[in-house]
């Protein structure tokens, strides 16, 4: 089944719900209906989309014939009960990261998959040059990875007024900042290194613990994490939601034995590549590049490419997927349960005050 043969739905209605429709039409699927909390917001997320039905619940999404792929864009706690129906009624599923608030919770919504195709969407994976950065160590230009530094910081909760559900452990569960954008962090470490994380130290921050409309606050805006990996490499992980000026600054260096790879995702159109005798920057120009990263060039070199075209070639990977199609590097259930039990460390390690392991490492 092409993907302009796709009915899509959309659960949701705020920002990555504008996002993940735009990415559906950039495929050229169907845009079939929206859900959301109330027939009323279901409407006004209708209009503001440009899709003809709005629902007036997700039963009535679940039940529509025409809807073949399901897209979760709703609060965290809401992905389990929401996904597990959707593939209970044989649909397709995106679901936003985190998976979910719980580790049980995404073990049920893995098992819950069957022969449906189900992805979340750490869309960072489909920037060329990070495909780029993960060829050089798949291929061993690279070398054995020795160390690895992420940082992923914003400035959108800096003040005592900003606030969002995600502050609300009902709504967004026991990790705010790590669960939101460290997810993303940790997936592209292991995504770029071939790598896994096998053990983590943490320390965390709560700067407010009273925001505009949340109070009692427990979750945090920042999380610095210290990890060791599977095959003996160490590192050390930023993660924060109240960095002045940082929008939305994810940066991964990674150094191999024989090259260091460096990728900014706010400069998404190089990849720095360091040597011992003399460094280089990488642009995004098909022509020089490895052919997973390649393929995902979508217009020439010098024409800016950037989160949504990530978004898009991820919806893409996700509806080929759907026709029976392999592609490389799709992110799916097992990858978002992954994310969550590496979130889940994290906070048990800063809880205790102890490293928390997570699987067998090389120096453990
Ligand atoms: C807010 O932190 C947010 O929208 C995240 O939820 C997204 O996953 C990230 O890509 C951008 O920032």
Redesign the pocket.
């Known amino acids: 089944m092409g993907a302009d043969q796709l009915g899509i739905a959309i659960v949701g209605g705020g920002?990555?719900a504008t996002v993940h429709s735009r990415a559906a039409r950039a495929a050229r699927a169907r845009l079939v209906g929206v859900a959301s909390s109330t027939p009323e917001k279901a409407a006004t997320a209708a209009d503001a989309l440009g899709i003809a039905t709005a629902y007036a619940s997700l039963d009535a999404l679940l039940d529509d014939d025409a809807v073949d792929v399901v897209h979760v864009t709703t609060p965290n706690a809401l992905h389990a009960e929401q996904t597990i129906a959707a593939l209970a009624a044989g649909k397709h599923v995106v679901c936003e990261?985190p998976l979910a608030t719980t580790v049980a919770d995404a073990e049920r919504m893995v098992g819950a998959i069957g022969t449906n195709i189900a992805t979340v969407p750490f869309?960072y994976r489909f920037h060329p040059m990070v495909r780029e950065a993960r060829a050089r160590f798949r291929d061993g230009t690279a070398g054995t990875v020795l160390s690895i530094h992420g940082s992923y910081l914003?400035d959108?909760l800096l003040g005592a007024d900003d606030d969002n559900w995600r502050v609300d452990t009902d709504q967004g569960g026991r990790s705010r900042a790590f669960a939101?954008?460290g997810s993303?962090l940790v997936d592209l470490v292991e995504f770029v290194s071939g790598d896994r994380v096998a053990r983590v130290a943490t320390t965390k921050k709560t700067v407010f613990a009273d925001r505009a409309a949340h109070h009692g606050i427990t979750t945090e805006d920042a999380v610095a994490v210290v990890l060791e990996t599977v095959s003996g490499a160490i590192g050390t992980l930023l993660v924060s939601?109240v960095a002045p000026g940082r929008k939305?600054r994810l940066h991964l260096e990674i150094a191999g034995s024989a090259e260091s790879v460096a990728f900014d995702q706010e400069h998404p159109e190089t990849l720095w590549v360091g040597r011992r005798g003399g460094s280089l920057l990488i642009p995004r120009d098909a022509d020089q590049l490895h052919d997973d990263a390649a393929r995902l060039c979508v217009v020439p070199a010098g024409h800016p490419q950037g989160y949504q075209d990530a978004f898009n070639a991820f919806v893409a990977d996700t509806y080929a997927a759907i026709g029976g199609d392999t592609p490389d590097g799709l992110p799916q259930f097992a990858d978002g349960l992954r994310a969550v039990r590496v979130t889940d460390a994290v906070i048990d390690a800063a809880e205790s005050g102890s490293w928390i392991e997570i699987e067998k490492g090389s120096r453990s």
Do not use: G
Request: net charge neutral; no cysteine.
């Open positions: 920002f990555m990261k869309v914003q959108w939101d954008i993303h939601q939305n």
